[in-house]
């Protein structure tokens, strides 16, 4: 059983930093892709970074220059550092991997509130 366990979230001022956790657990033989997406009540989960095994990184235009997506593959762990919130980046962070085990599949964490207001 594999398991994306997320942490990090909480509510900061406009202008703060955050920085949010991804830890994968299970019997993983090996972490392809691995990313963050964020949720809002009445849109569409939208993507917002991700990372190939081998560190490149894609990141949506709305957070470029402002968030850092990186992984540490002995610890099966990415983090996404959240620099310059905005209110607008207010939403529930999913932390997302692609993981092998005895098969390939895509795994989600649970989710982690994000909230940005003065």
């Known amino acids: 059983q594999v398991q994306l366990v997320e942490s990090g979230g909480g509510l900061v001022q406009p202008g703060g930093s955050l920085r949010l956790s991804c830890a994968a657990s299970g019997s993983i033989f090996s972490i392809n892709l691995m990313g963050w997406y964020r949720e809002v009540p009445g849109k569409q989960r939208e993507l917002v970074a991700s990372i190939t095994s081998g560190g490149t990184a894609n990141y949506a235009d709305s957070v470029k220059g402002r968030f850092t997506i990186s992984r540490d593959n002995a610890k099966n762990t990415a983090y996404l550092q959240m620099n310059s919130l905005k209110p607008e980046d207010t939403a529930v962070y999913y932390c997302?991997?692609?993981?092998?085990?005895?098969?390939?599949?895509?795994?989600w964490g649970q989710g982690t509130q994000v909230t940005v207001s003065s």
């Open positions: 997302t991997a692609r993981i092998r085990t005895s098969f390939v599949a895509n795994y």
